[in-house]
């Protein structure tokens, strides 16, 4: 059986990863593709901390990520084999994580804001595709999603932006733009811009996949 294609994604917090990862899904079966987040390698640590601890903890470092778990994992998808894994519930030490099954596929989604510094992963990637916004457009996005969607005041999310996102960003990413195979600019809050630049990446990996 051949190997999977690998694909990475890459984009800082509020460049629009996510929505891509939606949009780029939706033109492929789950027999198709499969994803696997860097997020859910997070080393669990909530559940111990104070809000004012996890406020100030810094989850935008590279060593906040069980990152030989991850490489193994995406080792055994390339085998062919499946794999299992608690989900990230976002720093939430009351939330009960479901357990993920991730199951093989001829495309391979990795994921992450650092899946590019870690080497052995970037190495085994086939396609880069580098996400980029603006940064006073993916702050304003941080913000929309971490006040409505997690419940952080605006004094936390702006702290972890300053002293967290935007040094992790420039320090374990943007180094990585210029290898990048696709590098992405999302500025636009138009929906049918991103769709249009899946569907462009979805027809060429059928063309050379499936």
Same mark, same amino acid.
């Given at each position: ?8 994604? #890459? ?30 390698? *997070?080393?669990?640590?909530?559940? !111990? ?14 060593? !906040?990520? %069980? ?12 085998? *062919? ?23 093989? #596929?001829?495309?391979? $989604? =990795? ?10 992963? #970037? %190495? ?6 580098? $996400? ?13 999603? %971490?006040?409505?969607?997690?419940? *952080?005041?605006? %004094?936390? =999310? ?7 996102? =935007?040094? #992790?960003?420039?320090? *374990? ?11 992405? !600019? ?22 050379? =996949?499936?």
């Amino acid at each position: 059986m051949n190997k999977p294609y690998i694909i990475g994604i #890459a984009g800082g917090s509020g460049s629009g990863k996510t929505f891509f990862l939606k949009c780029f899904l939706q033109h492929f079966t789950h027999e198709e593709v499969c994803l696997v987040s860097q997020d859910d390698y *997070y080393f669990p640590v909530a559940h !111990t901390m104070t809000a004012e601890e996890n406020k100030l903890y810094n989850f935008d470092l590279p060593d !906040t990520i %069980d990152h030989t778990h991850f490489e193994e994992d995406i080792e055994k998808l390339v085998s *062919y084999q499946p794999i299992y894994k608690q989900e990230y519930t976002f720093n939430n030490p009351n939330a009960i994580p479901k357990t993920l099954e991730i199951k093989p #596929a001829p495309i391979l $989604i =990795v994921e992450g804001l650092f899946i590019l510094h870690f080497r052995k992963i #970037a %190495d085994m990637l086939d396609m880069k595709v580098f $996400i980029d916004a603006d940064e006073d457009i993916a702050l304003q996005r941080r913000l929309k999603r %971490d006040l409505t969607e997690r419940g *952080y005041s605006n %004094d936390d =999310v702006h702290y972890k932006w300053v002293n967290h996102v =935007v040094p #992790a960003y420039k320090e *374990y990413l943007l180094p990585y733009k210029g290898e990048s195979h696709k590098v992405i !600019t999302n500025n636009s809050h138009v929906a049918e811009d991103i769709i249009c630049v899946t569907e462009a990446i979805a027809k060429e990996l059928r063309e050379k =996949v499936l």
